[in-house]
């Protein structure tokens, strides 16, 4: 089992609709979370953090889910600029306290 | 605020030719992250350096791979003796706490061995 895991997609998703997709992680003792989004042969960039308590900015709603061993991201009223790929971050686990970036999910908005 | 920054965007070496890669963080930054980005791949954590330490390397290739980040100036990739297999995006990211805090990327150089 990978250590962070994402559904590649691609989801394609009309515009004005909600998407979700999960990320699942393998060690219970991880600590910090993110999602960044990456378009295509440019840098990724931060899209939130991932708190216990869930978190909300603008159309983006992002939960942890520890029993389950993942977290979420919600995209309401989707547009066009969303298409890209987004990724999960999940740090903090182990004595090495590693990073790792899950491969990725593709969501393609169309019109 | 100037971002992270890197350079040189793009560079092309031929097989045996050694690469250097240089990364700026963002003011006030002083952890520095690389990452090797293959074609239609995910990206693969290389190395974690605070000024003047290498704090995990435990994504680096264990020849030809160096990284430092020298208390003045950036941080500093290195690959020697490169082959076709090193070509890739690099991206650097910095943070202004701990691996466990956010992390900010620079826009990549993209190493093309020919």
């Known amino acids: 089992r990978k250590e962070v895991e994402q559904d590649p997609g691609p989801f394609n998703v009309p515009e004005g609709a909600t998407v979700a997709f999960n990320c699942t992680y393998s060690?219970?003792?991880?600590?910090?979370f993110f999602w960044y989004r990456q378009d295509c042969r440019k840098e990724p960039k931060l899209l939130m953090s991932?708190?216990?308590s869930g978190n909300e900015d603008g159309r983006f709603t992002a939960q942890l889910n520890r029993a389950s061993q993942y977290i979420s991201l919600l995209i309401r009223d989707s547009k066009l600029s969303d298409s890209a790929t987004y990724l999960c971050v999940v740090t903090g686990y182990s004595n090495a306290s590693k990073i790792i970036f899950g491969s990725g999910t593709r969501l393609s908005i169309q019109p | 605020n100037a971002g992270v920054m890197q350079n040189p965007r793009h560079l092309v070496r031929r097989r045996g030719q050694e690469a250097r890669l240089r990364c700026s963080p963002m003011?006030?930054?002083?952890?520095v992250y690389w990452y090797r980005q293959l074609p239609e791949e995910g990206l693969k954590f290389m190395v974690y350096?605070?000024?003047?330490?290498?704090?995990?390397e435990s994504g680096m290739p264990k020849e030809r791979f160096s990284a430092e980040f020298p208390k003045e100036g950036p941080s500093i990739l290195r690959i020697q003796q490169v082959v076709r297999g090193d070509s890739a995006a690099y991206f650097c990211a910095s943070s202004y706490r701990d691996r466990d805090s956010e992390q900010y990327f620079g826009p990549g150089t993209r190493l093309t061995v020919t």
């Open positions: 060690n219970s003792a991880s600590q910090s």
């Open positions: 003011k006030g930054h002083s952890h």
């Open positions: 991932v708190y216990s």
């Open positions: 350096l605070q000024k003047e330490n290498i704090i995990d």
